[in-house]
């Protein structure tokens, strides 16, 4: 993610949007924000005529994307939400006459002053390959989400950087482990603690970052370079 972090630019963070949707061959990729002060952002590849009549026609207010995500914490398939209303459905249907695939993953985030913000990729094709897929990237993809928040945050005009914690060195060595993939057990392990100690050595570090879970932590201590992978 060394472009993302080196974009000084909205165009820049846009740049990276289309490299990251080629690199995982996917449809579109999209992150969007609404920022403390009401302003909103986006960058991504959907058309600039979907963008168009995405706002003519005011679908933020029947988006069941929006609003699914605005209600959760977690990540969220499409398939889980509700499009059994008749103006979701025809949103579905338009959507798709403008290039919106059939399949998408959206990554709610919430910042430090009630800013909202949503990372998503879409794509066509059939159940199995998108579960495939999503299985296979969905903890790069939170990584990425949080990565593309924290450059927006840095664009918010009179943001005033939070004062930071520093990581004690067995936070840094847990958070470390777990970015590079270990689990829980095997980050124990490694560093020859109970498990228990561990969720401590977690849970201090993920406060001290303002982070919402363990994933939001690492996103956050390798965006601010406090650990190297």
Same mark, same amino acid.
């Given at each position: 993610?060394?472009?993302?972090?080196?974009?000084?630019?909205?165009?820049?963070?846009?740049?990276?949007?289309?490299?990251?949707?080629?690199?995982?061959?996917?449809?579109?990729?999209?992150?969007?924000?609404?920022?403390?002060?009401?302003?909103?952002?986006?960058?991504?590849?959907?058309?600039? $005529?979907?963008?168009?009549?995405?706002? $003519?026609?005011?679908?933020?207010?029947?988006?069941?994307?929006?609003?699914?995500?605005?209600? @959760?914490?977690?990540?969220?398939?499409?398939?889980?939400?509700?499009?059994?209303?008749?103006?979701?459905?025809?949103?579905?249907?338009?959507?798709? $006459?403008?290039?919106?695939?059939?399949?998408?993953?959206?990554?709610?985030?919430?910042?430090?002053?009630?800013?909202?913000?949503?990372?998503?990729?879409?794509?066509?094709?059939?159940?199995?390959?998108? $579960?495939?897929?999503?299985?296979?990237? @969905?903890?790069?993809?939170?990584?990425?989400?949080?990565?593309?928040?924290?450059?927006?945050?840095?664009?918010?005009?009179?943001?005033?950087?939070?004062?930071?914690?520093?990581?004690?060195? @067995?936070?840094?060595?847990?958070?470390?482990?777990?970015?590079?993939?270990?689990?829980?057990?095997?980050?124990?392990?490694?560093l020859s603690i109970s498990e228990h100690t561990l969720r401590v050595y977690i849970e201090s570090a993920r406060f001290k970052l303002g982070a919402l879970n363990t994933t939001h932590a690492v996103a956050r201590a390798l965006s601010r370079g406090l650990i190297v992978i």
């Amino acid at each position: 993610m060394s472009a993302l972090e080196q974009a000084v630019t909205l165009d820049g963070m846009q740049i990276v949007s289309d490299e990251l949707r080629n690199y995982y061959a996917v449809d579109h990729l999209v992150y969007h924000w609404v920022d403390s002060s009401g302003d909103q952002y986006g960058c991504g590849t959907y058309s600039p $005529e979907w963008q168009q009549k995405y706002l $003519e026609e005011n679908y933020l207010r029947i988006d069941p994307v929006v609003q699914g995500c605005f209600q @959760r914490f977690h990540p969220v398939d499409w398939k889980q939400l509700d499009w059994s209303s008749k103006a979701a459905r025809e949103f579905l249907k338009v959507s798709a $006459e403008y290039g919106v695939g059939n399949q998408g993953f959206s990554i709610p985030i919430r910042g430090p002053n009630g800013q909202f913000a949503m990372f998503t990729v879409n794509h066509s094709c059939d159940d199995d390959i998108w $579960e495939s897929f999503t299985v296979e990237h @969905r903890r790069d993809l939170i990584l990425i989400a949080h990565y593309f928040n924290e450059k927006a945050l840095e664009f918010e005009p009179g943001r005033q950087p939070g004062q930071q914690q520093p990581l004690s060195p @067995r936070e840094i060595d847990a958070m470390t482990l777990l970015a590079i993939g270990y689990s829980r057990a095997q980050v124990a392990n490694s560093l020859s603690i109970s498990e228990h100690t561990l969720r401590v050595y977690i849970e201090s570090a993920r406060f001290k970052l303002g982070a919402l879970n363990t994933t939001h932590a690492v996103a956050r201590a390798l965006s601010r370079g406090l650990i190297v992978i």
